[in-house]
């Protein structure tokens, strides 16, 4: 991946914002978090072709009724390409020890063979967004298969990043 860059640390106000939207359905506040998102990230974003959602499981996506990425990167400026499907259901992240992340979603991403027969992605500057950022592990599983599928450059932004971490449940 070429950088990762986030608005602040998943604490205090920021982590209660990004809560209510992700688990209380408030979709209102993504337009607010897209534009802290554009304000920190407005030199990436100026430099990227489009925005990629990191892709949630059908099966959460639909207890969830949306998916907070998605709704986040409405809101940016760039072409939203949703060229990324999760393939098999993971663990949240949240739940695992940071040297479990990677594994966990290893091989979970796949490519939606539509987005890139046409070039929306290949050749292209991509910008990764989520909500939040713990190890980046998923953000680098995501860039991986977006890269082998020939995109130039892949950046990631998201509304925050774990600084900090109480050690996770078993």
Known sequence: MAGARAVGEYEGTLREIIHALKYAGRLSLAKPLAAQMRVRGNDVLRAVDCVVPVPLHWRREHQRG?????EIARHLGPPVVCALVRRRA??????L???RRKANVAGAFAARRAWFR????RGKNVLLIDDVSTTGATLNACARVLQE??????????????????????
């Open 90 to 95: 993971t663990r949240p992240q949240v739940e």
């Open 97 to 99: 020890a940071a040297d």
């Open 118 to 121: 046409d070039d929306r992605i």
């Open 66 to 70: 949306f998916n907070q990425a998605r």
């Open 149 to 170: 599928r020939g995109a130039s450059a892949v950046y990631a932004l998201t509304a925050a990043k774990v600084i900090s971490r109480r050690p996770a449940r078993p």
